[in-house]
């Protein structure tokens, strides 16, 4: 059996099309490392998605 591991890197993962992609990366299971410049958004992203779709996320800046 092959075990595939899904993961994306978003940059600008705090607005715009870097959210778009983090929030449909994330319902499909993907496991995400996001990066931004603006911190506290940031960190508000990453527990709103850990929260609603029960994965673990990195995030960075």
Do not use: Q
Request: proline share 0%.
């Amino acid at each position: 059996m092959k075990n595939i591991f899904k993961m994306a890197i978003i940059t600008g993962a705090s607005s715009g099309i870097g959210l778009s992609f983090a929030k449909i990366l994330a319902e499909t299971g993907t496991n995400l490392v996001l990066v931004s410049r603006k911190k506290e958004i940031l960190m508000s992203i990453k527990d709103e998605l850990e929260i609603k779709y029960h994965r673990f996320l990195v995030s960075g800046l």
